[in-house]
């Protein structure tokens, strides 16, 4: 990853590209409109600790945030430069991970959200946010893959991010809010995750709450087998267990024969243990519940090919834009 200090466009930012992303037009004004509505976020908590992340603003005085940066403290303020915004309140989901603040009045533009439902596998994303609480970092990347949970869509990108990122923004390529980045894989793979913005709404339903220590864990800090599946499937792609694979997929498929996620993790599973005419049938039945899904289509063509049907693979891979339709590890 390489790294440039830019400076005297809203602060300044660290420039870092990612992915196999073709490059996208970007300059300074579309960073400036994402600076306009990240903030920092410092969380003081009791002993004299502090913790540091980023928050975007969503609403008329609301930051989203993650709640691991804020669950163990009564007083967080929110900055941009030697400005300083006392939140009062919060709205907290502790287990998606989100939390709403209620702050002081805030003279930055609201993002508009975005809901994952209309974002494909492999559109164009960036990350805006303060890694560390320090300085502002700035990443393009992609879309890898899209797992759904809880009636949304939890985003995997390339848009890499390291520790510390946490309530940052993922964008598009409008400066659309998709989601908030939360998590990274442990593995060597370089697993980014950011939690679905348009969860925000049912967040606004909850009561909001005087700030106060929160009990519980986030859902990707739960023991592996209270996890959601598609976070156990990693963790067994990233140790090349798949035989463990096949039988968690199998199981997975059982569970929830709607998840086009779960048939294609099936798919995968099986066309690493050799089965490739199983594999095209569990990929097939992804294909029909997601027939837009650059995942599912991919890996069906490897499939395909290694089954000796080349047209059809061909023929299938033909609807990928050229960059999408190299198979990576995970075919």
């Known amino acids: 990853m390489r790294g440039i200090a830019i400076l005297g466009v809203a602060t300044s930012v660290v420039f870092a590209f990612s992915g196999t992303a073709?490059?996208?037009?970007?300059?300074?004004?579309?960073?400036?409109?994402?600076?306009?509505?990240?903030?920092?976020?410092?969380?003081?908590?009791?002993?004299?600790?502090?913790?540091?992340g980023s928050g975007v603003v969503v609403g008329h005085n609301e930051i989203l945030t993650n709640c691991h940066v804020t669950r163990n403290s009564n007083q967080i303020?929110?900055?941009?430069?030697?400005?300083?915004?006392?939140?009062?309140s919060q709205r907290a989901?502790?287990?998606?991970?989100?939390?709403?603040?209620?702050?002081?009045?805030?003279?930055?533009?609201?993002?508009?959200?975005?809901?994952?439902s209309g974002l494909p596998t492999g559109e164009a994303v960036f990350f805006y946010g303060y890694p560390g609480g320090v300085e502002a970092f700035f990443t393009e990347g992609r879309v890898s893959s899209l797992h759904p949970y809880l009636g949304?869509?939890?985003?995997?990108?390339?848009?890499?991010?390291?520790?510390g990122a946490s309530g940052g923004g993922l964008f598009d390529r409008d400066g659309a809010l998709v989601g908030i980045t939360t998590f990274l894989s442990a593995g060597h793979s370089g697993y980014y995750y950011a939690m679905p913005a348009d969860w925000l709404e049912e967040l606004r339903r909850r009561p909001a709450e005087?700030?106060?220590?929160?009990?519980?864990?986030?859902?990707?800090?739960?023991?592996?087998?209270?996890?959601?599946?598609f976070l156990q499937m990693q963790r067994l792609a990233e140790a090349s267990d798949w035989a463990g694979a096949l039988r968690h997929t199998t199981a997975w498929?059982?569970?929830?024969?709607?998840?086009?996620?779960?048939w294609l993790s099936h798919g995968q599973a099986l066309l690493r243990g050799g089965k490739s005419d199983d594999a095209i049938a569990s990929l097939q039945k992804a294909l029909a519940i997601s027939p837009a899904d650059a995942n599912v289509i991919r890996t069906l063509g490897a499939a395909l090919a290694r089954a000796g049907r080349?047209?059809?693979?061909?023929?299938?891979?033909?609807?990928?834009?050229?960059?999408?339709?190299?198979?990576?590890?995970?075919?």
Do not use: M
């Open 253 to 262: 498929t059982a569970a929830e024969p709607d998840n086009f996620d779960a």
């Open 22 to 52: 073709q490059a996208v037009d970007f300059d300074a004004g579309f960073i400036t409109r994402l600076s306009t509505s990240v903030l920092k976020i410092s969380a003081n908590a009791s002993g004299n600790r502090t913790f540091s």
């Open 152 to 163: 949304s869509r939890v985003i995997e990108t390339s848009a890499g991010f390291g520790l």
């Open 210 to 229: 005087p700030l106060a220590p929160l009990e519980g864990q986030a859902v990707w800090e739960l023991p592996i087998a209270e996890q959601p599946r």
């Open 93 to 116: 989901d502790l287990h998606r991970d989100l939390c709403l603040l209620t702050t002081d009045e805030l003279p930055f533009t609201p993002a508009p959200v975005r809901l994952t």
């Open 310 to 331: 080349g047209q059809e693979s061909e023929a299938l891979l033909a609807q990928l834009a050229p960059e999408d339709r190299d198979c990576d590890v995970a075919c």
């Open 77 to 88: 303020i929110a900055l941009k430069g030697s400005l300083r915004y006392n939140a009062y």
